[in-house]
């Protein structure tokens, strides 16, 4: 019988039991029966032993100039990349991506962590001529302090990476808590950090649940900001319970990403980038492209190319080289996604392809669900409205550019959106109009870039974005400073 591997929380540079011993256990989503590791069931006793140790840890990382701060995180970098393949494994047996997935994912995280220590050594204030002689004014950016980081399953490497780099590069220390799903994942970055030799208490781990950690992680008046990437629904309960103690929060949340294609596009280009952003770890991107809205004139042939695309994809296991597309994360995530293709079908839209659970040999132990698309979606309908996170995809057909924009802004979230077509009148006109905090041109719904900023608007974020300039901004306080010298 396989040995369960447990760990621990890390918090002041050890590694550490729950004070309660409480455990829990998480699993395999393409093959249930292996369960990937126990981990600790904390408490609220858990979380005041992280905040104490990282109030104790700030003054001397606050007291640290910008380069030593970064000759530390560059050793935790250095060894992300030595490690990329153990690292993306792991991804994979907790997430179910494919591995490939898990390994830009990697990628990704290294490009965001070398860019934000660069910031961190730009960062600097400002100085401006007074109306008043002999007196010099400039600006300082400081540290808020003993920070919470509450990162999603999705991208359980890349999202923490981007928001703990910042945080720290600013002079901040962290109380970090990953998604139960993908535990393991914060454990190993944790990890990183001891091996590295960064201050004890600068950085600390606790496992657990939302309902019980997460709540005096948004809660304690010693935290100071909150970076927090999960459901809207989540992240608006986080907005108000921070509110009672003025704390800063920084919420990337729920999407419902739309690509508009026009009838002057690259219909191949189009029908590729929406089949790569709607199915990619099982449409469990928070920019995946949820509704693909065409113009009339070319929904029949944009129609018949995504249904052969999805139709192509070979979903398996996320080792499985031959897999296109792995499991969804959980028996969690079966359920509701299952709930929403029942929903579509009594609304009345179309299903093309897909919609089951894959069972069968080499299926009857996992979490798969075939990548599914729906036509004659109309707006107004819950599968075109709802965040399903999941490879569930909506046609919606329109007559012209005015209408696809209408119907593009007309839901509760304000994430991403893409647009394809070759004339730039009405590529500039989508631009200006759509409501999102990232927008593309030719390009998926889901394609970043570490130099600038990330996040929604409406109801998909909350505060400053992460990554860019925006990135460690938000883990500053600006302080003006006027000096009389005559």
Not at 3 to 29: A, D, H, S
Not at 119 to 130: F, K, N, Q, W
Request: glycine fraction near 8%; aromatic fraction near 8%; charged fraction near 20%.
């Amino acid at each position: 019988m396989e040995r369960i591997r447990k760990f621990k929380n890390y918090i002041n540079g050890n590694w550490v039991e729950t004070v309660t011993q409480r455990t829990f256990e998480q699993r395999n989503p393409a093959q249930l029966s292996q369960i990937t590791g126990q981990f600790q069931n904390s408490s609220e006793d858990d979380v005041q032993n992280a905040i104490a140790a990282a109030q104790a840890a700030f003054p001397l990382w606050k007291a640290l100039t910008s380069f030593q701060r970064a000759e530390q995180l560059r050793r935790v970098l250095d060894l992300i990349v030595r490690r990329k393949e153990e690292i993306s494994t792991i991804i994979t047996l907790e997430n179910g991506k494919i591995l490939s997935d898990s390994v830009l994912e990697v990628e990704s995280a290294i490009k965001e962590m070398d860019f934000q220590i660069n910031e961190g050594l730009r960062l600097s204030g400002e100085i401006a001529p007074l109306d008043l002689n002999g007196v010099f004014a400039y600006t300082l950016k400081e540290p808020l302090g003993v920070v919470s980081i509450i990162s999603p399953w999705n991208f359980p490497f890349n999202v923490p990476i981007r928001k703990i780099t910042p945080a720290l590069m600013a002079g901040n220390s962290c109380i970090f808590k990953p998604a139960s799903l993908t535990a393991q994942t914060g454990c190993f970055l944790a990890q990183m950090f001891e091996e590295a030799d960064v201050i004890p208490g600068v950085l600390n781990m606790l496992t657990g649940s939302g309902a019980e950690v997460g709540d005096m992680m948004i809660s304690d008046p010693r935290i100071k900001a909150i970076s927090f990437t999960g459901s809207t629904e989540v992240g608006m309960e986080i907005q108000k319970k921070s509110a009672a103690n003025a704390i800063r929060t920084q919420l990337e949340m729920g999407g419902k990403n739309a690509t508009v294609i026009l009838e002057d596009a690259d219909i191949e280009s189009a029908v590729s980038a929406v089949a790569r952003a709607s199915f990619a770890c099982s449409g469990q991107w928070c920019t995946s492209t949820s509704r693909v809205i065409v113009v009339n004139k070319v929904a029949r042939e944009v129609t018949e190319k995504l249904v052969n695309a999805t139709n192509s994809i070979i979903v398996g296991n996320g080792f499985d080289n031959s897999a296109g597309m792995g499991p969804v994360c959980g028996t969690a995530q079966v359920e509701t996604i299952m709930k929403y293709i029942e929903c579509g079908k009594k609304e009345g839209a179309k299903l093309l392809t897909g919609g089951n659970i894959i069972s069968g040999q080499g299926f009857e132990d996992g979490c798969f669900i075939e990548p599914t698309i729906f036509a004659e979606v109309r707006p107004e309908m819950k599968i075109a409205q709802e965040e399903i996170f999941g490879p569930v995809l909506s046609i919606i057909t329109v007559e012209n550019l005015d209408e696809a924009i209408e119907i593009s802004n007309n839901t509760k979230f304000g994430l991403s959106s893409s647009i394809f077509t070759n004339n730039l009148k009405h590529a500039m006109k989508f631009i200006e109009q759509t409501e999102v905090g990232l927008t593309h041109l030719n390009l998926m719904t889901s394609f970043k870039s570490p130099e600038f900023p990330f996040g929604g608007i409406k109801n998909s974020g909350v505060g400053l974005p992460e990554a860019g300039k925006t990135g460690i901004e938000f883990f500053t306080n600006s302080k003006t400073v006027y000096v009389k010298h005559i």
